[in-house]
Every structure is written in structure tokens, then in C-alpha cells.
């Protein structure tokens, strides 16, 4: 995890508990990494908001809540990418019991990735440097 150095750069957005709003994180993300000029591991970026979005929504979010999207760069070119959601308890992969395949896709991708406890809820991060 970055935690040596503030991020360079920032931007994050926030979307309602619907599905179709993982497709709208994809396309926020997107269009973020367009204007910071990154072009490296992009898909592989896209691929694990869609997958943490998804985990979300799925697990992650109470009726009548949202999650965050959140998006950083470092001055390393490091970057890093944040879903923060409202839900209880922490991620099953992190607990050692996976259940689905969307945070085994973000761990073969990402450098890093972890949980962070939040209240309420959590954030679920990955790095790509």
C-alpha cells in the first residue's frame, strides 16, 4: 500500500445501489485514467472496478445506500484504486474464504490490494504501479 507519499492526484464519485452503475464506475474510470495520460495496465484497472464494484453492490451495500469510487495517483505513477461501501464485515478472500472469483481476478492483477475497516464499512483498495 502507497502510504509513504500523498497522492499527486484525485478524484472520486459516488453511485447509488444499482447495477447499472457499475458500468457508469468503469466509464468514470476510464475517462479519469484518459485525462491523467495513464495508458499502462488499463484494462487491467477497468477490469477491477468492475470487480469491486460489482462485490459492492453484491455484498457490500445496505438498501438505500451507495459506494465510492475513488481514484488516486502518486509520484510514482502509482495507481490506486478505491470502492468504499457502508456494508458490515470485511472481504472473504481477506478473510481467508473466498466465495466468488472477483477478488481472485483483482489479487492475479493488481500489485497490491487489501481491506481497510471504515465506520461504517470498508474499503477495498488495489495498486497498480
Request: proline residues 5%; aromatic residues 6%.
Amino acid at each position: 500500500m502507497n502510504v509513504n507519499t500523498q497522492p499527486a492526484l484525485m478524484r472520486d464519485r459516488f453511485y447509488l445501489r444499482t447495477r447499472q452503475t457499475v458500468g457508469a464506475a468503469r466509464q468514470f474510470t476510464a475517462e479519469t485514467l484518459d485525462v491523467w495520460g495513464v495508458t499502462s495496465r488499463k484494462d487491467d484497472m477497468l477490469l477491477c472496478v468492475s470487480e469491486l464494484a460489482t462485490n459492492a453492490l453484491r455484498h457490500g451495500v445496505p438498501p438505500g445506500r451507495g459506494y465510492r469510487v475513488r481514484l488516486l495517483v502518486f509520484e510514482d505513477a502509482t495507481v490506486r484504486v478505491e470502492v468504499h461501501d457502508s456494508g458490515p464485515g470485511l472481504s472473504r478472500m481477506a478473510e481467508r474464504r473466498p466465495a466468488g472469483r472477483g477478488l481472485t481476478i483483482v489479487a492475479a492483477l493488481a500489485d497490491a490490494w487489501g481491506v481497510l475497516s471504515r465506520a461504517p464499512g470498508k474499503v477495498v483498495w488495489c495498486e497498480f504501479r
